[in-house]
């Protein structure tokens, strides 16, 4: 299976989610798409979430720090020039590893690059990555036909009291009486990787994943 690697120059988080809608127009059946992506900073929630519920709107104005939606499911997160974006499209079938999701699968390789540099990232079952017991990286996925598109944000550099001032950490659920369908976030106390050791900038960090992702490709 060929790999097509894209490490993207935009930094405009609307067309850098635009973009990915057009990963699954592009993808082929012989191959696979890595893309590393930076956004300028921006609230980026779940395809079937509420803003109300998940974002400080008041402190998303004060800050100039747009709201937006992208087309996967998941929980909201906070993106800067500090925060690694990797994603993966590929045809649905055939699976990375049989018996196994795809999104599993990634997920573990991203852990593993993480942890050949001394780190010790534990995967959840959402997909999640923590160090201790603080989140660094979630993703979400969206099946668009046979095509799968798989994303993730790392916390490398990020500006963390700008994470912490956007994001609605004590949400009020109050229904009204009908079944409100939407996803509330699992929300987790985080962590940057270059709090735990300065070498570890985006650049640095993206080079480990690209290299152990492509060796796996490969193999």
Same mark, same amino acid.
């Given at each position: ?7 993207s120059q935009?930094?405009?988080p609307?067309l ?5 809608e057009?990963?699954?127009?592009i993808?082929s059946?012989?191959q696979y798409i890595?893309?590393?992506w930076?956004n300028?900073?921006?609230l980026i ?9 998940e ?5 998303l104005?004060e800050?100039?720090i747009?709201l937006?939606?992208?087309t996967?499911?998941?929980g ?8 690694l ?18 999104? @599993?699968?990634?997920v573990h390789w991203i852990? /593993? ?5 001394? !780190? $010790?990232a534990?995967q959840?079952?959402r ?12 993703s979400?996925v ?6 799968l ?5 790392i916390l490398?550099?990020?500006d963390l009291?700008?994470l912490?001032?956007?994001i609605?950490w004590?949400?009020?659920y109050q229904?009204?009486? @009908? ?6 976030? /699992?929300?987790?106390p985080?962590i940057? !990787? $270059?709090e735990?050791?300065p070498?570890f900038?985006?650049?640095?960090i ?7 992702i ?6």
């Amino acid at each position: 299976m060929n790999l097509l690697i894209i490490d993207s120059q935009e930094h405009d988080p609307l067309l850098n989610l635009a973009y990915e809608e057009e990963l699954k127009k592009i993808v082929s059946q012989d191959q696979y798409i890595l893309r590393f992506w930076i956004n300028d900073p921006a609230l980026i929630m779940g395809r079937f979430q509420k803003e109300e519920y998940e974002a400080k709107l008041d402190f998303l104005k004060e800050n100039n720090i747009p709201l937006l939606r992208r087309t996967t499911g998941g929980g909201t997160v906070y993106h800067d020039r500090g925060t690694l974006n990797v994603s993966f499209c590929k045809p649905k079938n055939p699976l990375l590893e049989v018996g196994q999701k795809d999104s @599993t699968t990634i997920v573990h390789w991203i852990a /593993h690059a993480l942890n050949q540099l001394g !780190l $010790n990232a534990k995967q959840d079952e959402r997909n999640a990555l923590f160090i201790e017991n603080k989140k660094i990286l979630g993703s979400a996925v969206s099946l668009t036909g046979e095509i799968l598109l798989f994303h993730c944000s790392i916390l490398i550099e990020t500006d963390l009291n700008k994470l912490n001032g956007a994001i609605n950490w004590s949400p009020s659920y109050q229904g009204n009486g @009908t079944n409100e369908n939407f996803v509330k976030s /699992h929300r987790s106390p985080v962590i940057k !990787l $270059n709090e735990i050791d300065p070498r570890f900038t985006v650049s640095f960090i993206k080079e480990a994943i690209q290299k152990t992702i492509t060796s796996e490709i490969q193999r």
